[in-house]
T-cell receptor, first 113, second 114 residues
């Protein structure tokens, strides 16, 4: 079945550093979504991408929809302690705009003040 | 404010007992979902419902049951047949326009078997 592979699995960084993470699949997706989950809470949608090559920002966060439609990237600039959490990528099953979402296993981010 | 409410936040269950997790939404969303989250495992789909009085099994439905008698409510029962129920459970919903616009999640219920 379809799978989303996220890397790295975890990151330990110093406050102020930039962060990069990615999500890949063997299948084509027409939509990529990035979520953040704070400890003990539900995930919250950060950025949605709908077009190959699209680059979208939300404050210090920037996400890109890969040209091949099989990958997506999330960057966080100048990290701060509240960036701590798990970041998930997600996409609709079978690449379409309908259907259920599948999620990657997440990238766990830890920030040292 | 509109949103999804999950209750309780923490739940303890004895071996052999059934427990029911509550999920209520006032977003007027048609579709609702239940996910299970274990450390390092991501989110795994248990059950979903796209319309009242109808629901489908997800990837890990064994040992769980649901009902969808009202649009606003989608309770999940963890039965004694679930061998390893200790986990964080998340409820989500989305409008009929489809998953491409993302799910709204509740704040989760942490279930522990004692």
């Amino acid at each position: 079945g379809q799978q989303l592979n996220q890397s790295p699995q975890s990151m330990f960084i110093q406050e102020g550093e930039d962060v990069s993470m990615n999500c890949t699949s063997s299948s084509i997706f027409n939509t990529w979504l990035w979520y953040k989950q704070d400890p003990g809470e539900g995930p919250v949608l950060l950025i949605a991408l709908y077009k190959a090559g699209e680059l979208t920002s939300n404050g210090r966060l920037t996400a890109q929809f890969g040209i091949t439609r099989k990958d997506s990237f999330l960057n966080i600039s100048a990290s701060i302690p509240s960036d701590v959490g798990i970041y998930f990528c997600a996409g609709p099953t079978y690449g379409g705009s309908q259907g259920n979402l599948i999620f990657g296993k997440g990238t766990k981010l830890s920030v040292k003040p | 404010d509109g949103g999804i409410t999950q209750s309780p936040k923490y739940l303890f269950r004895k071996e052999g007992q059934n427990v029911t997790l509550s999920c209520e939404q006032n977003l007027n969303h048609d579709a609702m979902y239940w996910y299970r989250q274990d450390p390092g495992q991501g989110l795994r789909l248990i059950y979903y419902s796209q319309i009242v009085n109808d629901f489908q099994k997800g990837d890990i439905a064994e040992g769980y049951s649901v009902s969808r008698e009202k649009k606003e409510s989608f309770p999940l029962t963890v039965t004694s047949a679930q061998k390893n129920p200790t986990a964080f459970y998340l409820c989500a919903s989305t409008p009929t326009s489809g998953a491409a616009y993302g799910y709204t999640f509740g704040s989760g219920t942490r279930l522990t078997v004692v």
